[in-house]
């Protein structure tokens, strides 16, 4: 019967088939194993009944990840929202400057697998995700040409910028470094922004370039169709709105505090998405033991 034979290949324990015994050597799927399998086949009848109670089961847990997942997406969504109306109640009434006023640009590295140099930890494209932190525990270490110079190097309050990537979705992304006594560098499709006025704080500024009005603005060029590549110039362009120091300051702690319980949120949603994955895999082990009742 094909349904009963489709869910026990799928509890089936592949890698254990694939590394295969004294006999076959090597750790590769091939006809030879697949022949050699040992496949549990009880009475139609039961196999019929075990198919009708896992249909039933996983059809209930399809429904409760598929809630479990919208609960997640409006989690996000709410931090997205909740951020920006934040923003728009602290910066209303602010004085605007450009980015470029504020904060210096530079280009990140250009390295390859043939580099011959000083080993350090570089950010890249694929570290920024959803982080609002660079997350320094996890960076590559790459070998770059020659050492690295205090110019390429990056501290805490530095703003990191995605410039260019196959992804579109992901252009003009921004993630802020925390303090950090390792040597720490960034790639060439990464824009680093430094700080230099007094008059706002890199984390403000950080949460501000998140918000939707500062990513449709560099995603758009600064006015015109949706670019490819982020540029300095579109950079310096950016208005940023400057709330007293005070408003920054409390702008953040409550961003903090929003960030914190939306996290919570989103953490007890995956661990029930694991959970629900978890209980799937017990029950088809059950089906196959003859457990399930």
């Not at 088939?17 to 086949?41: P, Y």
């Not at 270490?141 to 196959?166: F, H, M, P, Q």
């Not at 500062?214 to 015109?224: F, I, P, R, T």
């Amino acid at each position: 019967m094909l349904p009963f034979l489709y869910w026990y290949l799928t509890y089936f324990d592949w890698d254990a088939a694939a590394a295969g015994d004294h006999k076959i050597k090597g750790k590769t799927l091939n006809k030879a194993k697949l022949k050699a399998l040992r496949v549990i086949v009880p009475p139609l009848e039961e196999q019929t009944r075990i198919i009708a109670v896992l249909d039933q089961a996983f059809a209930a847990l399809d429904r409760a990840r598929a809630h479990v997942e919208a609960n997640l997406a409006d989690a996000k969504l709410l931090k997205e929202r909740g951020a920006d109306q934040l923003l728009s109640r602290v910066a209303a009434n602010s004085p605007t400057r450009h980015l470029g006023e504020l904060a210096e640009f530079r280009n990140g590295l250009n390295f390859s697998r043939h580099s011959n140099g000083e080993t350090v930890k570089v950010a890249g494209v694929g570290d920024f995700q959803r982080n609002f932190w660079l997350p320094i525990e996890d960076l590559k270490t790459i070998c770059i040409e020659g050492r690295l110079s205090e110019i390429d190097s990056l501290c805490a309050g530095d703003i990191l910028t995605v410039r260019s990537n196959g992804n579109k979705d992901l252009i003009g992304r921004v993630m802020l470094v925390g303090e950090t006594e390792e040597s720490l560098s960034f790639s060439g499709f990464v824009i680093r922004i430094r700080v230099q006025s007094a008059d706002v704080d890199p984390e403000y500024l950080c949460h501000f370039m998140k918000s939707q009005a500062a990513v449709a603005h560099l995603l758009a060029g600064g006015g015109g169709a949706n670019i490819s590549n982020l540029n300095q110039g579109i950079l310096s362009s950016l208005p940023v709105a400057i709330p007293s120091a005070e408003k920054q300051r409390e702008f953040v702690s409550s961003m903090n505090n929003l960030s914190a319980k939306i996290e919570l949120l989103v953490e007890q949603a995956e661990a029930k998405i694991s959970d629900l994955a978890n209980l799937r895999q017990s029950l088809l082990q059950k089906a196959f033991s003859g457990e399930l009742t």
